[in-house]
């Protein structure tokens, strides 16, 4: 009789003990195999319905026994206490680190460190106010405290709150606001005003939120503010605070050089910025920001990879600074919004991978016309362009317009687009101007910035910006890393 050997030499995939095949370091460990087998046993009973054999993971004692304390000395040694003073610095400490975007809490602590945060949430803080604090133990004769809290201990007070929520006030975002029935009617909004909204959209965002490590946030530079997601911003801060977000203000060339040094000071604050063009001949940023993703690999030794993850409203290039990472066509990109349908892996190096995802846009109550600027919607297939050219005129500066189409004067947006018609030979029959075809010529133009144009950042002082003319403000970038 042959001896039994002491190792399997199957190559299952369920074998602890199979050879490591082509999958090398990816291949399951052994405590990975044991777990899952743990998972797919089963229990024996006989005939009887008596239980012969239990499960790896259930007690062996029948149900009723009486059980006793194991006498371990561990049970009854002395526990380890903290003083307040301690426990408040910590917290100060936690807070002051999670704050701060540039310091990450290396190691993790398993305790239950949520219990130390306040129970009372911002939505409910007034709803167990008398059960905390009576009326009497406040201000009555036996009042306990010195000092009532207050949102205004005086009238200035009060009325500087109350001016600050007037200034805040828009009446045209109300939704709530009652108004007189004029028998006019909203028309309903287009299905194509609706893009990168619906269910399966979030689904993939969520998906690559979920499996990413690093999740990188892709800002247009011409209006950073108007292409963040503060709803996703919200998730991630309340939901899953171990992922680390960081901003990237792409298409930088678009603007002057002090816009976007600006920008990366004020975002800085909230977030790690870093400004980036992505071209696979002449890019700026590809070195700083593949140095900082290898810093967040050295964070994570414990792992084996980490995935970044890019999202953004569409149309910022999110798949164009992966190609620029890998310094080839690796996703499919285009001038247009929504050419990214589903969530793909691309590895940028052996510990590193990246994950595309869809461009999402959160309901924000923006107009039409904002949509359609901020490139969300394709051009072509909106129903009436030329509702849309007034605005383009208001935000981008006249010297700029007149150096782009030539036209050195106009009255109002549609006899500027007659002149354009005219002057690019986009005619209907008995020499009518072409003012739905010119109108998707100049959306086409600023959604692909042609037509210089940028929001201005907060706080900047008239005297600090240099006076440029309309030829320096598309700056092309030699710097190449």
Not at 92 to 119: A, N, W
Request: aromatic residues 8%; glycine residues 6%; positive net charge.
């Amino acid at each position: 009789r042959r001896p039994r050997a002491s190792f399997n030499p199957s190559r299952a995939s369920t074998n602890p003990d199979r050879p490591a095949g082509a999958g090398g370091h990816n291949m399951r460990d052994r405590a990975t195999i044991r777990r899952l087998n743990m998972y797919r046993q089963r229990e024996r009973r006989n005939n009887y319905g008596k239980l012969v054999r239990p499960l790896e993971f259930q007690s062996t004692v029948a149900p009723g026994t009486i059980a006793r304390v194991e006498p371990n000395i561990k049970w009854f040694g002395n526990t380890r206490v903290i003083k307040q003073s301690c426990l408040q610095r910590f917290q100060e400490e936690m807070k002051t680190v999670m704050k701060d975007p540039y310091r990450v809490v290396m190691k993790q602590s398993k305790l239950p460190l949520s219990l130390l945060h306040d129970r009372i949430k911002p939505h409910n803080s007034k709803v167990h106010i008398l059960d905390t604090e009576t009326f009497g133990t406040t201000f009555g004769p036996k009042s306990q405290r010195k000092r009532p809290n207050l949102l205004a201990s005086d009238m200035q007070s009060l009325m500087e709150n109350a001016v600050t929520e007037t200034s805040n006030y828009k009446q045209d975002k109300d939704r709530d606001l009652v108004t007189e029935d004029t028998g006019v009617r909203v028309e309903v909004q287009e299905e194509i005003y609706k893009k990168g909204q619906s269910k399966r959209i979030w689904g993939e965002l969520y998906k690559v939120i979920d499996s990413s490590d690093v999740i990188v946030q892709v800002l247009d530079a011409r209006d950073p503010m108007g292409t963040r997601s503060p709803h996703v911003e919200a998730y991630l801060k309340k939901e899953k605070p171990w992922k680390h977000l960081i901003f990237v203000l792409n298409k930088c060339d678009l603007v002057p050089t002090w816009v976007t040094r600006r920008w990366v000071a004020v975002l800085s604050q909230e977030y790690p910025t870093l400004a980036f063009h992505a071209s696979l001949t002449n890019s700026f940023g590809k070195g700083a920001f593949i140095q900082l993703l290898r810093q967040f690999g050295k964070l994570h030794v414990d792992k084996k990879q980490i995935s970044v993850g890019f999202i953004g409203y569409p149309n910022v290039g999110k798949s164009s600074i992966i190609n620029t990472l890998r310094s080839k066509k690796v996703c499919s990109v285009a001038p247009i919004a929504g050419e990214t349908k589903v969530w793909q892996y691309i590895t940028l190096m052996r510990r590193i991978f990246l994950i595309d995802c869809p461009g999402v846009v959160y309901p924000s109550g923006d107009s039409e016309t904002d949509i359609v600027l901020k490139g969300v919607v394709q051009v072509e297939k909106i129903k009436s362009p030329e509702d849309h050219i007034a605005t383009v005129l208001d935000r981008a500066k006249p010297e700029y317009i007149r150096k782009t189409y030539k036209i050195e004067s106009w009255e109002n947006a549609e006899d500027f687009l007659k002149k354009l018609a005219l002057q690019t030979g986009k005619l209907l029959k008995g020499g009518e101007p072409d003012l739905h075809t010119v109108s998707r010529m100049v959306l086409n133009d600023w959604q692909r910035g042609r037509i210089p144009f940028f929001v201005k950042p907060p706080n900047v002082e008239q005297e600090s910006q240099p006076t440029e003319a309309a030829s320096d403000v598309t700056i092309g970038l030699s710097q190449s890393e």
